[in-house]
């Protein structure tokens, strides 16, 4: 049965999600370029600034050593007024959970 409440949220959730893959999509990965890390700061920056009262979006961080070896967090951060926001950080874990003892999210 259609439900127009629990279809808008997957809506937003879905363009939340494309947000946050073109966001990662400009992380410099391996580039070892201060002035590429500057730019995807700012563009961060920039992400934050525009968000309205009850935005969301969904900040992509971590380190990486190399394409295979690396660590995800998720920033998840939700407008609250003009002057705040909401911060809830999303550890991926790891292969083993030694990880963990270092970011407990």
Known sequence: KYNPELSGFCRKAAIIFKNTANLSLQIPVSSHDPQKFFQFIQE??????????????????????????????????????????????????????????????
């Open 44 to 105: 961060i920056v920039k992400t934050v600034q525009r968000m309205a009262i009850d935005d969301v979006v969904i900040l992509p961080t971590g380190w990486c050593e190399s394409i295979v070896d690396g660590h995800v967090l998720l920033i998840i951060v939700k407008r609250i007024s003009s002057t705040s926001f909401s911060l809830c950080i999303c550890n991926s874990g790891g292969e083993d959970e030694e990880s963990l003892k270092y970011h407990m999210t």
